[in-house]
């Protein structure tokens, strides 16, 4: 079975910029989950799509960051404008179902900005 | 690749040790929990959930334990193995939201 896949694998942009990040969840996956994880932290929950709809953004910083999942598999993150204190590891995850309790992570998309 | 370790607790076992990993969670309205292994540079992975109406599941070498009373879980891996060495971090489901611990560094020397 095909994990979750993200790109790019790294990124490294100036504050002001903006930057995207991609997933494929794995298929059949209804529930995708975007998170923000910063050194030494746990991963934060920014925002949870179930099918093409988002069930959780309440934790997403809405004046910049942005998600979409318009046919109800891939999905794309979005910063604009970035700040240095966006710097951090973008997981991807993917469950069958928001009642799935296993949830599949991907390498994710280390962002650092300079 | 870059760890995710930095200034979190840290546990150092020798091999063929068991390690007990603990975790505190703040929401008694949760209704499971799950244990995450993360190793350097790739995403968290599932070990093993365990519902709000149990105090005990064993998986594979691991076992974890839930004591609703104090909020205290904790994952218990027999006989440790250098590759257990990860950040294992414990998550909350609320209303099918997953909030993660702080996490914790197990370091297991042969």
């Known amino acids: 079975e095909a994990g979750v896949a993200q790109s790019p694998r790294y990124k490294i942009i100036e504050k002001r910029q903006s930057v995207a990040f991609w997933c494929n969840p794995i298929s059949g996956h209804a529930t995708l989950y975007w998170y923000q994880q910063i050194l030494g932290q746990g991963p934060k929950l920014l925002i949870q799509?179930?099918?093409?709809?988002?069930?959780?953004d309440s934790q997403l910083p809405k004046d910049r960051f942005s998600a979409e999942r318009l046919k109800g598999v891939d999905s794309t993150l979005k910063i604009q404008p970035a700040k240095l204190e966006d710097s951090a590891v973008y997981l991807c995850a993917s469950s069958l179902s928001r009642t799935n309790t296993e949830a599949f992570f991907g390498q994710g998309t280390r962002l650092t900005v300079v | 690749g870059e760890s995710v370790g930095l200034h979190l607790p840290t546990l150092s076992v020798q091999e063929g040790d068991n390690s007990i990993i603990n975790c505190a969670y703040s929401?008694?309205?949760?209704?499971?929990f799950i244990w995450y292994k993360q190793e350097s540079g790739k995403g968290p992975q599932f070990i093993i959930d365990i519902r709000s109406n149990m105090d005990k599941r064993q998986g594979q070498r691991v076992t974890v334990l839930l004591n609703k009373t104090v909020k205290h879980l904790s994952l218990q891996i027999a006989a440790t193995q250098p590759g257990d060495s990860a950040v294992y971090f414990c998550a909350e489901n609320i209303w099918s939201t997953l909030t993660f611990g702080k996490g914790t560094m197990l370091l297991v020397s042969p």
């Open positions: 929401n008694s309205a949760s209704d499971y």
């Open positions: 799509f179930q099918n093409n709809g988002v069930v959780d």
